[in-house]
């Protein structure tokens, strides 16, 4: 069964019974490759850090927050997507270093917005501006930005320039620190090598896609 088989199997499922949001959902919400639905795991309120588990769709708790840090933002994942071994190549450029792998999960989007919303799981229209290259020791773990669709203060930003610095560095803090445990000292386990602007953001999702469409899909039904 090719690619675009497999695609409308899991397109007519969706219909039947609730998809998983990794699989089941379509990734881009016009001819803009710039115009992407993401769901949402995190929220700024959330205490405890929850991840969608792969099989089932179902969102589960990944770990408390160690620290008194809270994502800044709303914290999710790309449908059908995956950081494999196009992304890890393209970051092997970007950065001259040999020996990076993409960390196997959907790509990570941090959607800005200043509407309270106060629960994951759910699903937003957002336009990607830009993102942050992060290295978690070898793998590569890039964090798309996007804003909200129409939202009052972020919606109408094209490009992660335009953003103020001090939103940006509450998020970049976040993603330093947030596997940082107590008593366990306080070297950094992540670094952030690149903040990039939209026309790489939009390439490096389109490279997940790639991924996800020849690591994941084929093995979707075995």
Known sequence: MNTTDLKDLVKALGKLVRPNPWHGVELYTGDNKQDVRAYIEIVP???VKYEVDKKTGFLMVDRPQKFSNIVPCL??????????????????KATGRDGLFGDGDPVDVCVLTDEAITHGDLLVDCKIIGGF???DGGEVDDKIIAVLKDDSTFGK??????????????????????KQIPHEGYTPKCEITHTYGKEEAVKIVELGVVDYNEEVLPKLFN
């Open 45 to 47: 309120t959330d205490r």
């Open 75 to 92: 914290y999710g994942l790309l449908p059908q997507t995956y950081s494999g071994e196009k992304t890890a190549e393209f970051a092997r």
């Open 133 to 135: 290259r992060m290295l």
């Open 157 to 178: 930003m094209n490009d992660v320039s335009e953003v103020p610095a001090g939103v940006l560095d509450k998020v970049k803090h976040y993603f330093l620190t947030y």
